[in-house]
């Protein structure tokens, strides 16, 4: 199971450490990802890494402000968002993939955790 937590209420321009930790489930074998959904709008892909973190890829609305990485010895995925805008304001989800490399489509991952909130005020 996963579970993404260290949303909340930051201003624009402002800074936050996302986690996903997993329980029951050793992420080291899967690739993962963050994804976020805003209200009446459709889930979007915001960055993927792959089992080692060697490699990891960003949407271009979140590349040089977003960092993913990942701890496979915590068990746990990071998403830090620095420069925060009023538009990054979404239910944040990270997902695990159990094909090799970094994908950026939902239907390519496999198991999804329940969402932390973010919200961006301006």
């Known amino acids: 199971q996963l579970q993404a937590f260290g949303g909340g209420l930051v201003q624009a321009g402002g800074s936050l450490r996302l986690s996903c930790s997993a329980s029951?489930?050793?992420?080291?074998?899967?690739?993962m990802g963050w994804f976020r959904q805003a209200p009446g709008k459709e889930r979007e892909f915001v960055s993927a890494i792959n089992r080692s973190g060697g490699t990891t890829y960003y949407a271009d609305s979140v590349k040089g402000r977003f960092t993913i990485s990942r701890d496979n010895a915590k068990n746990t995925v990071y998403l830090q968002m620095n420069s925060l805008k009023p538009e990054d304001m979404a239910t944040y989800h990270c997902?695990?993939?159990?094909?090799?490399?970094?994908?950026?489509?939902?239907?390519?991952?496999?198991?999804w955790g329940q969402g932390t909130q973010v919200t961006v005020s301006s």
């Open positions: 997902a695990a993939s159990r094909r090799l490399n970094i994908r950026v489509h939902g239907d390519e991952y496999d198991y």
């Open positions: 029951g489930r050793t992420i080291s074998i899967y690739a």
